[in-house]
């Protein structure tokens, strides 16, 4: 019998809940994962990050309820 979506989900969960056997490697893949998330993030915001808020632009964004 084919597994359900469900059921894969259920089984990779377990997975990512279980200790790693080689926590050093890891450590690596973590820390190059979220490094290039980082990259991918600061990335597509850098126009963003890099923007100058003037004060007419945070008035005009300033929520109106009380």
């Given amino acids: 019998m084919p597994k ?3 059921q ?3 089984t990779t969960l377990k997975k990512l ?3 790693p056997l080689d926590e ?3 450590r690596d893949m973590m820390k190059a994962c979220l490094e290039g998330i ?3 993030l600061e990335r597509q915001y850098k ?3 890099e923007c ?3 004060e007419q ?3 005009e964004t300033v929520s109106k309820v009380p």
């Fill in 4 to 6: 359900t979506f469900m």
């Fill in 8 to 10: 894969g989900v259920d």
């Fill in 17 to 19: 809940r279980e200790p």
């Fill in 24 to 26: 050093e490697q890891f």
């Fill in 38 to 40: 980082i990259e991918v």
């Fill in 47 to 49: 126009k963003y990050f």
């Fill in 52 to 54: 100058e808020i003037t």
């Fill in 57 to 59: 632009l945070r008035n």
